[in-house]
């Protein structure tokens, strides 16, 4: 469907949100509620405008990092603030516009193209709300909407009406543009009110209809409550998903998963997991607690309580607890508990053992250690880089090793011990013996 127009209105404060960061800037499963809601649009348009306003360079960098071939204009915040105001900044091209809000990143295409399929000159998005508290409720006669009135401007008896304001409307464009100079700002916020033009065009003898849609889809964000209760529906949206296409995943309701994460083959993951950014997992089980951030692993087991940083690439190897991998490369590897790896690259056959640390930072820059083929790192040992440790290299357990080793070294870097016999006597005296 390539002859609607859509405006996104994205250019409000978000004051209700309590945050320094634009509304529209707060993530949901790993992505911001702007890039959900044109990620949504573009599968109905390509006449997409987003309007902004608040932190316009923040939320149109957000945009062109995500997109391209999105139309960003500023609404005039100062002159005319609203939502009126917002769509007055745009110029859509084809002659049905959708205009719908920022907030809604559960929002169905579906429910959307159903909008645009009406013939009326405009049609509403609405639903039923057992609490409407805060949207704008929708007032009707019979099939008729009359108006739609803010929550702040209602009376009692249109408080009382469950049927709200899902915030999407589809308008036919000639009848936008002429109805939107003739809004005003008279209400109790003093903001030119989009919902105004349809009362404006029921005078100009245009029709206005009503279309039926889910709450749960519909919800607007306005504070850090609906951010929370809109990303649990959004996670168990992502997890059904992936376990309906052969993912396992214990206890789903403790597991976070980012939209952007990739599974492939069979995969497990254990309760109490964090699964961040586009990480790629497959033929993997992903034991409990671990945090993986934009990482891949392959026919790999991590963890339980390990923590994959970004850009490590784990291949047919054993992580075990409470290790640490950063810009990690691991090939065939097993490193099974309590170390840091990061800057670095570990080949296959290599044992890691316990406590084994790459020192990769010497306070101004990040170095690099490489290791090689089957390699055995004693228990307890720095790695301090730049290092290269070649194949077949055996490291004796609490080295600090600072230089590189040759193909089948042995490398001890450690104080040699010293026993000095009857110390122990001399220094706390001789207890008695019972
Ligand atoms: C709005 C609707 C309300 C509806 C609800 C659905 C209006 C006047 N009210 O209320 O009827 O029930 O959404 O969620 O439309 N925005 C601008 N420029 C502005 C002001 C807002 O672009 O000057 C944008 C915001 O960034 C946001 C959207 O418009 O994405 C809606 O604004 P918001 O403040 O969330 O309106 P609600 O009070 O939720
Ligand atoms: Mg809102």
Redesign the pocket.
Known sequence: MKNISII???????T?MKSPKS??LHTLSGRSMIAHVVEKSLQISDDITV????QFDEVSSEINREFNNINIVA?D?IN???????VMAAKPKFDKTLII????PLVATSELISLTQSNSDITIAAFESKDPF???RVVKNGDQVIK?V??KDANEDEKAINL????AYCFDTALLNSVLPQINNQNA?N?????DAIELALKAGKSVSSVLVNEQN?????DKLALSKAENIMQEQIKANLMKNGVIIRLPQTVFIDIRAKFEGECEIESGCVIKGDCLIKNSIIKSSSVIEYSTVIDSDIGPMAHLRPKSHIVSTHIGNFVELKNANLNSVKAGHLSYLGDCQIDSGTNVGCGTITCNYDGKNKHKTIIGKNVFIGSDTQLIAPLNIADDTLIAAGSSVTHDSHKGDLIIARAKQNNKSGFFYKFFGKKDEK
């Open positions: 996104i209105l994205a250019a409000g404060n978000g209700r509304k529209v309007v902004l306003g608040y609404q915040t005319f603030p609203g939502t009126a105001g917002a809000c920022a907030d809604m805060g949207y704008g739609i803010e929550q709200c304001n899902a915030g916020s903001e030119y009110y989009l919902t519909f919800m607007g964000i306005n």
